[in-house]
Structures are given as structure tokens and as C-alpha cells.
């Protein structure tokens, strides 16, 4: 069964850093671009970071662009999100997904598999 899990949320002050993981089984993330995106409440769900398959492309939302990196590990099966700098307006459920291509992917429609998100709440 793909399945995948992302942890590493939480409560951080404004200007604080939170670095969210996301764990794959029942597949392996070779052959996979993966994508973070982010809900706040009331809004749409949103790109926010994505990775080709080999790592060797990636593509940010303007909004996180110079504050958040994306980085795989294939051989731990695991895809990062370093997030530093954060702001109230970054406060969302974030999800990671996958999507069976080897280029970027920055449309939410084109991601077949979704873990179940974890919050991010920037507050003082």
C-alpha cells in the first residue's frame, strides 16, 4: 500500500525555523517528483515546493522562495522541507505528495498520492 507520512510540525515563533519530513512505504521515491503544499484555513490548497525525481530540478512558490528548500534522500526514502524565516502567513496544514513523472510539477491535480499533512502554526 504507497502511503505517505510527514512529521516534523509544530508551534515556532515568528522567525523561527521548522524543517518537515515526509516518509514513504509500500513504494520507493526514485521514479517520483514530489511536492509540498500547504492549506490554511478558508483557503485553497497550495503549492509551495517541489523536487524532481533525481533531485536535480526544483521549483518554489514566489511566497517561500529564499526561505524554504526542498531536498530528497532515495536511498532513506524520504523527502525534507527546511523552512526558515517563518511568518504568521505561512501558517497552514502542509502535505507532501507524489506524482509518478520525471519532470516538475508544480499542479496539485497531477499528484496522484497524498500523505495526510501536519501543522505548521507560526504564532508569538
Known amino acids: 500500500q504507497l502511503q505517505l507520512v510527514e512529521s516534523g510540525g509544530g508551534l515556532v515563533q515568528p522567525g523561527g525555523s521548522l524543517r518537515l519530513s515526509c516518509a514513504a512505504s509500500?513504494?520507493?521515491?526514485?521514479?517520483?517528483?514530489i511536492g509540498w503544499f500547504r492549506q490554511a484555513p478558508g483557503k485553497e490548497r497550495e503549492f509551495v515546493a517541489t523536487?524532481?525525481?533525481?533531485?536535480?530540478?526544483?521549483d518554489y512558490a514566489d511566497s517561500v522562495k529564499g526561505r524554504f528548500t526542498i531536498s530528497r534522500d532515495n536511498v532513506k526514502n524520504m523527502v525534507y522541507l527546511q523552512m526558515n524565516s517563518l511568518k504568521p502567513e505561512d501558517t497552514a496544514v502542509y502535505y507532501c505528495?507524489?506524482?509518478?513523472?520525471?519532470?516538475?510539477?508544480?499542479?496539485?491535480?497531477?499528484?496522484?498520492?497524498w500523505g495526510q499533512g501536519t501543522q505548521v502554526t507560526v504564532s508569538s
Open positions: 509500500g513504494f520507493t521515491l526514485d521514479n517520483y517528483a
Open positions: 505528495a507524489a506524482s509518478n513523472t520525471m519532470s516538475v510539477v508544480t499542479t496539485r491535480s497531477r499528484y496522484g498520492y
Open positions: 523536487i524532481t525525481s533525481s533531485a536535480g530540478s526544483t
